[in-house]
């Protein structure tokens, strides 16, 4: 039985039972390969949360009148990429058994193949719509298959081709762009396209994966792999309400937050309220 948590996102502190949304925290980094620090993501997204209010003018919505529970951060091994992943997966499934939605935050990307190892299982035929910079597409980095740089071929290996649809990538390498040209829908460079998507997919179960780093630098520089040339965040705030209004989600993640990179702390509120709106939206409350 999952319980909440005493350091909780604010508002989220529904008994399990009661929850159609349960938070819960994967602070890893180990495979990241330039600035290391989200394992810090989870827990300054949390402190940042009560900067914010609960009510979303741009919703007219209140996370007071949402069911939603923050189970905490997982305590997660840092020397094994599989005994992390295999913890997440677990705490993804024991949300599922009990017909509730996992919402994962990161870390690195690479946790997000641990939620969707245990969202596949239960819904074969999801699709994911992927936020990122990044294509993530690589068969290996640097001979490591289990990378942030991966992390999208190896959710491919699990749904095949025609069920992955990714926007505001700006970057990867050649063979990257070559390979996801056969296998992926891909929209580089914004968020140009998502509506279309959003209604071929109707009522399939959908897996919504957001890289922070979808966003520019210069509004989101707390992430560890920056890349010039994204979304604002009002642009980012519009899409992940949409996919979480009118898609089925089946589960979710928000990753890449690196907290010592933004002495500000900027991004880390910046973070913070992208949950704000994805939980609002995600949730029937009125």
Request: aromatic share 8%; charged share 25%.
């Amino acid at each position: 039985m999952l319980n909440p948590q005493i350091d909780v996102y604010m508002g989220c502190d529904c008994p399990f039972e009661q929850a159609e949304t349960v938070l819960f925290g994967a602070p890893f980094d180990s495979t990241t390969s330039n600035r290391p620090g989200t394992r810090f993501g989870p827990s300054a997204l949390r402190r940042e949360s009560y900067g914010l209010e609960l009510y979303s003018p741009y919703q007219d919505k209140d996370l007071s009148d949402c069911a939603v529970l923050d189970s905490g951060d997982l305590e997660l091994s840092m020397g094994s990429s599989e005994l992390a992943l295999a913890d997440i997966e677990a705490r993804a499934e024991e949300i599922l058994s009990a017909g509730k939605r996992p919402f994962l935050i990161g870390g690195e990307h690479l946790v997000t193949l641990g939620a969707f190892r245990a969202v596949h299982r239960k819904y074969p035929d999801v699709a994911i719509i992927h936020f990122d910079a990044h294509t993530d597409l690589r068969e290996d980095y640097l001979g490591v298959p289990l990378s942030h740089a991966c992390v999208i071929r190896r959710c491919w290996e699990l749904t095949g081709d025609g069920k992955i649809f990714q926007f505001g990538i700006r970057s990867g390498d050649r063979e990257e762009w070559r390979w996801g040209r056969d296998h992926v829908t891909c929209h580089p460079f914004d968020l140009e396209g998502l509506e279309d998507v959003v209604e071929r997919l109707g009522d399939a179960p959908v897996y919504f994966t957001v890289d922070l780093d979808v966003m520019d630098p210069s509004v989101f520089p707390g992430t560890g792999t920056p890349e010039p040339g994204g979304v604002s965040f009002d642009a980012l705030r519009r899409a992940a309400t949409l996919v979480c209004s009118r898609c089925n989600v089946v589960g979710c993640d928000v990753n890449e937050l690196c907290p010592p990179f933004d002495q500000s702390g900027v991004s880390n509120a910046v973070a913070a309220k992208v949950v704000r709106e994805m939980l609002l939206a995600l949730s029937s409350g009125n």
